[in-house]
């Protein structure tokens, strides 16, 4: 037998350092190839470190949480062979050439009778606590313990996770199985005390959103601008091209609607389509519109990038959109699709409020929030009609972006969406 060493790898971009993000092995396990072993965070994704090997996990090398250096050793696993250093060869080679001690001959005791069988108690599983989670709350966990839960009719949201921050585990499915559901003390008395306290470590990606939020708030001079959108129209619109073209060409959203609305207007604004060093002082403008659309996955808020949004019908828009959400949710989106974003658009979908304050991804100097469609009462040509109205909530870099130029793009949003012909005009 011998040790593999898997070293910290070079991710590239000038990486040095990265994040030990979460542990999917513990020491005793055996895996196989291509196992994902842990996920380390950069500053830009989250990365899957495989197995290379088939072995025995013997060491780890770090904690979660713990920022460790390209190069440094992260796990080390028992192998067949010699594996790859050279402890295993220097010990077989110091047990070959060492003397063979002399040892006296003694007849060979009487064999002992063989132990009677003996049954192995079933393992003890430890009873959980409730868990309260709220019914949209997504808990970690991966997709094969997600369709554990579905196939054994369990809700995640009341399991009790025992992996790193909490991750979901198939055996706390098992446990839970075995226990069955434990009533609450709260469902007995909703006005019990509770005095339980959690406490959960900031580490992976929601230190880096907390670092990436606390920068842009520190470094830019952020200044907010809401307008008032009639989308009756565009909604229809909507409408009318998923009952025509939806079975062939897939179904529309606002946000497709919005990305054409945001590249059109952009063509007047070019200054907003820019990204600013702050340290060299220098701003950046650009031609090719890579629209960043913030997405919420299980693991915090991320950043897929619908690249040359300009260059993209509305239906290639809709349909990148859908497979870098999809992407993003599922922990599959590569570093490439997570960075190199020139204006940021974000939506709470039905949640979106009423009006929002979103912070700038820095480096870009503008940001576009969408807030949710309500239907009220709106006096036109004299008239008392019903209109579907939603708010644009957008920021801005007030050191790059003046507050006319602004309001100026967000203008010129407006009318493209409420006369939605003219997104589709040259």
């Given at each position: 037998m011998?040790?593999?060493v898997?070293?910290?790898?070079?991710?590239g971009?000038?990486?040095?350092?990265?994040?030990?993000s979460?542990?999917h092995?513990?020491v005793?396990?055996?895996v196989v190839?291509?196992?994902?072993?842990?996920?380390?965070?950069?500053?830009?994704?989250?990365v899957d470190?495989?197995?290379?090997?088939?072995g025995?996990?013997?060491?780890?090398g770090?904690?979660p949480g713990e920022?460790?250096?390209?190069g440094?050793?992260?796990?080390?696993?028992?192998?067949?062979g010699a594996?790859?250093?050279?402890?295993?060869?220097?010990?077989a080679?110091a047990?070959?050439t060492?003397?063979?001690p002399?040892?006296?001959a003694?007849?060979?005791p009487?064999?002992?009778p063989a132990?009677?069988?003996v049954s192995?108690?079933?393992?003890?599983?430890a009873?959980?606590?409730p868990?309260?989670?709220e019914?949209?709350?997504?808990?970690?966990?991966?997709?094969?313990v997600?369709k554990?839960?579905?196939?054994?009719?369990i809700?995640l949201?009341l399991v009790q996770g025992?992996?790193?921050?909490?991750?979901?585990?198939?055996?706390?499915l098992?446990?839970?199985?075995?226990?069955g559901p434990?009533?609450?003390k709260?469902?007995?008395n909703p006005y019990a005390e509770?005095?339980?306290?959690?406490q959960?470590?900031v580490?992976?990606?929601?230190?880096?959103?907390a670092?990436r939020?606390?920068d842009?708030t520190?470094?830019?001079?952020?200044?907010?601008y809401?307008?008032?959108?009639?989308?009756?129209?565009?909604?229809e619109l909507r409408v009318?091209?998923?009952?025509?073209?939806?079975?062939?060409r897939?179904?529309?959203?606002?946000?497709?609607?919005?990305?054409?609305?945001m590249v059109?207007?952009?063509?007047d604004f070019?200054?907003?389509?820019a990204?600013y060093d702050?340290?060299?002082?220098?701003?950046?403008?650009l031609g090719?519109?890579?629209?960043?659309?913030a997405?919420?996955s299980?693991v915090?808020?991320?950043v897929?990038v619908v690249r040359h949004?300009?260059?993209?019908?509305l239906?290639?828009?809709?349909?990148?959109?859908a497979?870098l959400a999809t992407?993003a949710?599922?922990?599959?989106?590569s570093?490439?699709e997570?960075?190199?974003?020139?204006i940021?658009?974000t939506?709470?979908?039905?949640?979106g409020?009423?009006?929002?304050?979103?912070?700038?991804n820095?480096p870009?100097?503008?940001?576009?929030?969408?807030?949710?469609i309500?239907e009220r009462?709106m006096?036109?040509?004299?008239?008392?009609?019903?209109?579907?109205?939603?708010?644009l909530?957008s920021?801005?870099?007030h050191r790059?972006?003046?507050?006319?130029d602004?309001?100026?793009?967000?203008?010129a949003?407006?009318g493209?969406?409420?006369?939605?012909a003219?997104l589709f005009?040259?």
């Amino acid at each position: 037998m011998g040790t593999h060493v898997i070293k910290m790898p070079d991710i590239g971009e000038g990486i040095a350092e990265v994040e030990l993000s979460v542990w999917h092995v513990k020491v005793g396990d055996l895996v196989v190839e291509d196992q994902v072993l842990a996920d380390v965070m950069t500053d830009k994704a989250m990365v899957d470190i495989p197995s290379p090997v088939h072995g025995k996990v013997i060491s780890l090398g770090g904690e979660p949480g713990e920022v460790m250096a390209v190069g440094s050793i992260l796990i080390s696993i028992e192998v067949e062979g010699a594996g790859n250093t050279k402890d295993a060869p220097v010990a077989a080679e110091a047990v070959k050439t060492a003397p063979a001690p002399v040892v006296e001959a003694k007849p060979a005791p009487a064999p002992a009778p063989a132990p009677a069988p003996v049954s192995k108690p079933a393992p003890a599983v430890a009873a959980q606590a409730p868990v309260a989670r709220e019914a949209d709350e997504r808990p970690l966990a991966s997709p094969a313990v997600r369709k554990h839960a579905l196939d054994a009719g369990i809700a995640l949201r009341l399991v009790q996770g025992s992996g790193p921050a909490g991750r979901i585990l198939h055996e706390d499915l098992d446990a839970y199985l075995l226990q069955g559901p434990t009533p609450t003390k709260t469902a007995a008395n909703p006005y019990a005390e509770l005095n339980d306290e959690e406490q959960i470590p900031v580490i992976g990606m929601r230190r880096k959103i907390a670092q990436r939020m606390q920068d842009a708030t520190r470094r830019a001079a952020h200044f907010s601008y809401v307008e008032e959108i009639d989308v009756t129209a565009l909604d229809e619109l909507r409408v009318h091209l998923n009952e025509k073209h939806g079975a062939t060409r897939g179904k529309l959203t606002l946000l497709p609607f919005i990305v054409r609305a945001m590249v059109v207007a952009l063509r007047d604004f070019p200054q907003i389509n820019a990204r600013y060093d702050d340290d060299a002082q220098v701003i950046t403008r650009l031609g090719a519109v890579h629209v960043g659309v913030a997405t919420q996955s299980d693991v915090g808020l991320m950043v897929p990038v619908v690249r040359h949004a300009e260059a993209r019908s509305l239906w290639g828009n809709a349909e990148e959109i859908a497979r870098l959400a999809t992407a993003a949710r599922n922990g599959k989106a590569s570093r490439d699709e997570l960075s190199g974003s020139t204006i940021t658009l974000t939506s709470l979908g039905a949640l979106g409020g009423i009006v929002s304050t979103p912070v700038l991804n820095l480096p870009e100097v503008a940001i576009v929030g969408v807030n949710r469609i309500v239907e009220r009462p709106m006096v036109i040509k004299g008239q008392i009609v019903v209109r579907k109205m939603m708010n644009l909530s957008s920021s801005f870099d007030h050191r790059v972006v003046d507050g006319m130029d602004a309001a100026q793009f967000i203008q010129a949003i407006r009318g493209l969406l409420e006369q939605p012909a003219s997104l589709f005009l040259e």
